[in-house]
């Protein structure tokens, strides 16, 4: 098992709609976990970081944590087409010593 | 606050030639990633520091990548001889090392082996 995964995509959606994006980890003992934006030919930049179990929003923007399941989410309301790019998970891997990003998944909002 | 600077930004080299690449992190970050990301994946760590020490170099090519971070602040990674597989964006990232912070990213450098 890869230690960070995510949706292969890609993932299109139309313009208003909720885009979610899903991460799973293989890591019991993480405690911190990262969305990051990466538009092409860019490097990435952050969106959010979780930390606890639950939501949290921003903006249009949610990350969802589920430490028991390991699986950690991003939910984009009301979707743009400058949303359109590729997300990457990053988790904090063995005890917060290895910062480890998942495949990413493009998503395309549709006009 | 300055981000983290790298360079070059774009180098096209012929396979078994050498290619050194520059990252200055952000101020008072102790914690500096190497990472290669290949074309449609996602970012692969090679090397991490912690001040001038090497704390993770599972995944690099010790055949032919090495990396070295000077008095625990610049970083420079060196590839010889490449191979076109080798062609990729090479990003460096800073952290600052207590709790659980995120990693700032430089722009990047773009390398291509023909």
């Known amino acids: 098992q890869k230690e960070v995964e995510q949706n292969s995509g890609p993932l299109s959606v139309p313009e208003g709609a909720i885009a979610s994006l899903n991460c799973t980890y293989s890591d019991r003992v993480s405690q911190s976990f990262f969305w990051y934006r990466q538009y092409s030919g860019k490097s990435p930049e952050l969106i959010m970081s979780i930390y606890s179990n639950g939501d949290k929003e921003d903006g249009r923007f949610t990350a969802q944590l589920n430490k028991a399941s390991q699986y950690v989410s991003l939910l984009i309301r009301d979707s743009q087409p400058s949303d359109s790019a590729t997300y990457l998970c990053?988790?904090?891997?063995?005890?917060?010593?290895?910062?480890?990003f998942g495949p990413g998944t493009r998503l395309s909002v549709l006009p | 606050e300055a981000g983290v600077a790298q360079s070059p930004r774009y180098k096209i080299i012929e396979k078994r030639q050498s290619v050194a690449f520059w990252c200055n992190p952000i101020s008072g970050h102790a914690t500096l990633y190497w990472y290669q990301q290949i074309l449609g994946q996602g970012p692969k760590l090679l090397i991490q520091f912690q001040n001038n020490g090497v704390v993770d170099d599972s995944q690099l090519p010790k055949d032919r990548f090495s990396a070295e971070r000077l008095k625990g602040v610049d970083s420079t990674l060196k590839i010889q001889p490449a191979k076109l597989e080798d062609s990729a964006v090479y990003l460096c990232?800073?952290?600052?090392?207590?709790?659980?912070?995120?990693?700032?990213f430089g722009q990047g450098t773009r390398l291509t082996v023909v």
């Open positions: 990053a988790v904090l891997l063995n005890y917060g010593q290895n910062f480890v």
């Open positions: 990232a800073s952290r600052w090392v207590g709790g659980g912070t995120e990693a700032f």
